[in-house]
């Protein structure tokens, strides 16, 4: 089954989901030849390894609280803030409390 995503124009709920966080899964809510925006989910003490993607990247912590590594350094985000990373820099994720992200990807090919 394909996966549905925003039409262009379509507006999308990036609400914190609160109550229905620890049910919630990460879900792609667009995707373009150039951009993919997502909301990961990451349940408390989930760690996202550390990795690199090709193009820039935001991540914007929505609820909760977790510790992202980047730079040779790790910071605490928690809801409300967001970041930038350059395309190419080695970033991992750990989620100290239930968490939800709103990712965008800009895509390299």
């Known amino acids: 089954m394909a996966i549905s995503h925003a039409a262009s124009g379509q507006l999308v709920d990036v609400q914190p989901l609160a109550d229905q966080l620890a049910e919630a899964r990460t879900t792609a ?6 951009l993919e925006v997502m909301r990961l989910v990451m349940p408390a003490h989930k760690t996202m390894p550390s990795h690199q993607v090709k193009g820039d990247i935001t991540i914007h912590c929505l609820e909760g609280e977790i510790d992202l590594m980047a730079h040779g350094k790790t910071q605490r985000m928690k809801a409300g803030q967001l970041t930038w990373l350059a395309g190419g820099v080695d ?8 968490s939800s992200l709103l990712v965008t990807l800009v895509l390299q090919k």
């Open 29 to 34: 809510l667009f995707k373009t030849d150039t």
């Open 91 to 98: 970033h991992a994720l750990t989620a100290v409390q239930d």
